[in-house]
């Protein structure tokens, strides 16, 4: 049985994450990619250059937001939440561009691995998706995993 939200006639908030002709958002926030997006082919390597300055062209390091995530994160352990951080890992061939054009993106990952071992916070995957162990065609694009490298993330979940 499918559930959808329905605007006007047509369905557009699938919750079953099935792939569908048009891209959707389920109920949870989860992107449904549409067929075309999901079957491209190696051309997802043409957005790269693209990628490497997706959201991070004018990047500078946010002190007060540093600061208010450190103090979240801490307000939770001390309230005996278990924090854990979780690194999205970016297409192999991304990663590499990030490595040599972008390494901000590693200095970040630093960061965050000095911050979570300084306060006993555990840390699971990496930007790096060879690290991680996914494969090129693991991915949507430079930045979006497919399930099967997302499963490899979180066996590490209950370790």
């Not at 300055?53 to 994160?73: C, G, R, T, V």
């Not at 840390?123 to 430079?142: L, R, S, V």
Request: charged share 30%; hydrophobic share 35%.
């Amino acid at each position: 049985l499918r559930r959808y939200l329905w605007l006007g006639n047509k369905h557009v908030l699938p919750i079953n994450g099935e792939i569908e002709t048009r891209a959707k958002k389920a109920y949870d926030g989860s992107h449904i990619y549409n067929e075309s997006f999901v079957n491209q082919a190696d051309n997802i390597r043409e957005g790269f250059p693209r990628l490497i300055n997706y959201a991070m062209k004018n990047f500078d390091y946010d002190i007060e937001s540093i600061e208010k995530l450190e103090n979240f994160i801490l307000y939770l352990k001390s309230n005996n939440v278990t924090v854990t951080l979780i690194l999205s890992p970016y297409h192999p061939k991304l990663y590499q561009l990030m490595r040599t054009q972008k390494p901000k993106f590693l200095e970040i990952e630093a960061w965050y691995r000095e911050f979570a071992k300084r306060n006993d916070i555990r840390i699971i995957g990496t930007y790096d998706g060879n690290t991680m162990g996914c494969k090129e065609n693991e991915f949507y694009d430079g930045m979006h995993p497919k399930k099967s490298c997302m499963q490899k993330l979180f066996l590490d979940v209950n370790k």
